[in-house]
C-alpha cells in the first residue's frame, strides 16, 4: 500500500526540503572535485564528506595503517576529521597527530571529550593538544550528550562547557559544539540555551519516524521524537556548524531489501538535509574512495522521495535504532 501523507506531515517535509535548498546553496564543486560547504556561523568551508576516526579507524588496528588511511581520505578530498578522546583512550587522537604533524593546514580536525567535570575534561584536552600535535584544535565538542540529569552536570558552574568556552577564549580551540545520538529533546534544549558554534547528531532516513501510532509504529517509551523534528530547525535558525553522523545506523540500513537502502542512498539522503557534512566511519581504503566518488557524485534526493525513503525506512527500523543508540556514544 502506498505511503499517505497527512497534511501536517506534509509541511513539515516541504519545510525540510526548503531549509535544505538554503543550505546547498552554499555548496560549491569544481570538475571531480569534492563538494563543500560552509560549517554555519563558524563561516569555515568543509568537504560533504568527513571521517570518523572513531571504533572503525581503530579497526585498522595499527598506527601505521590508521596513518595511511587517513591521508587516503585528505588524497581523496576530504577536509573535516572527527575524533575524540574517548576512541581508545586517545589513541585515535594519537594516531591523527601523526598526520596533523605534516598536513595540519590540509584539514578542519573536530575532537570530543566525555567527561563533564571542567578541570578534568581541561586536563585531558591539554594532552588531546599534544597528542594531535597542534596548537589549536578547530572544534571541541560535549562527547554524547544524554538526557536531563547529564545536560545539568555539563552546564554546572565548574562543568565541561565552561572550561570549553575558557579554552576558546585563550583560543586552543576556535570552536565549541556539542554531539547527540538518542534524545532529540534534550540536544534541543541545549542548543536554544548555550553559545555552541556546531552540533552533531544522529540524521538517518530510519530516525525521522513518529514516535508512535502512526503509519503502523506502536508508541513505545523507548522510541524518541527525531533529531530532524526537533533538533534540526533550531540548528538552522541559530546558524550553527551541523554535522550528521549514523548515516547508515552502524551498517542496520544497508542492503538490498525494500526496508534497506544503499550506501549511496543513505549518504543523498543525509547529504539533502540542511547539514555541512556527513561524519562517516570508513574501515577500508576501498570505503573511503567509493564514498568520496558517492560525494562527488552527488545530486539532492528529490523532497518526494525523501519522505518515501524516510517512511519505508523508519517504520522497519526506527524502533530498534532508537533502542541501540540510547546508550552509545562511539562515532
Known amino acids: 500500500m502506498a505511503n499517505r501523507y497527512s497534511r501536517r506531515e506534509f509541511l513539515e517535509k516541504s519545510s525540510l526540503a526548503g531549509l535544505a535548498a538554503a543550505a546547498l546553496g552554499s555548496e560549491t564543486a569544481t570538475a571531480n ?69 605534516v598536513r595540519r593546514k590540509d584539514f578542519f580536525l573536530a575532537t570530543k571529550i566525555e567527561p563533564r567535570d571542567g578541570d578534568t575534561a581541561r586536563r585531558i584536552l591539554e594532552g588531546s593538544l599534544k597528542r594531535l600535535q597542534t596548537s589549536q584544535i578547530d572544534l571541541i565538542h560535549v562527547h554524547g550528550l544524554m538526557g536531563e540529569d547529564d545536560l545539568e552536570k555539563i552546564e ?114 543525509s547529504w539533502s538535509l540542511p547539514v555541512a557534512a556527513a561524519v562517516v566511519g570508513m574501515p577500508t581504503h576501498d570505503m573511503i574512495r567509493q564514498n568520496a566518488q558517492f560525494a562527488r557524485n552527488f545530486a539532492p534526493m528529490p523532497g518526494e522521495e525523501m519522505r518515501d525513503f524516510s517512511h519505508r525506512l523508519a517504520g522497519a527500523h526506527k524502533m530498534a535504532l532508537d533502542l541501540k543508540f540510547r546508550d552509545h556514544v562511539d562515532c
Not at 213 to 234: C, D, K, Y
Request: glycine share 12%.
Open 156 to 269: 554546572a558552574s565548574n562543568g565541561v562547557l565552561n572550561a570549553l568556552y575558557k579554552m576558546r577564549d585563550e583560543k586552543l580551540t576556535r570552536f565549541v559544539g556539542i554531539t547527540c545520538h538518542n534524545d532529540p529533546a534534550v540536544l534541543k534544549t541545549a542548543l536554544e540555551r548555550h553559545d555552541f558554534d556546531c552540533v552533531q547528531m544522529a540524521l538517518n532516513a530510519a530516525r525521522q519516524g513518529m514516535t508512535g501510532g502512526e503509519h503502523g509504529m506502536m508508541p513505545n517509551p523507548a522510541i524518541q521524537t527525531s533529531f530532524e523534528r526537533l533538533a534540526l530547525p533550531v540548528a538552522r535558525e541559530k546558524n550553527l556548524g551541523i554535522l550528521a553522523m549514523k548515516i547508515m545506523g552502524q551498517e542496520a540500513l544497508i542492503g538490498s531489501g525494500s526496508d534497506k537502502g544503499s550506501v549511496e542512498k543513505l549518504l543523498q539522503y
Open 33 to 101: 572535485a569534492m563538494p563543500t560547504r560552509v560549517l554555519g556561523k563558524t563561516g569555515a568551508r568543509v568537504s560533504i564528506l568527513a571521517l570518523g576516526c572513531g571504533s572503525r579507524l581503530l579497526m585498522y588496528n595499527t598506527e601505521a595503517a590508521a596513518v595511511e588511511a587517513i591521508n587516503v581520505a585528505l588524497d581523496s578530498g576530504i577536509t573535516y576529521l572527527d575524533t575524540a578522546y574517548g576512541y581508545g583512550d586517545g589513541q585515535s587522537e594519537g594516531w591523527v597527530g601523526q598526520v596533523a604533524k
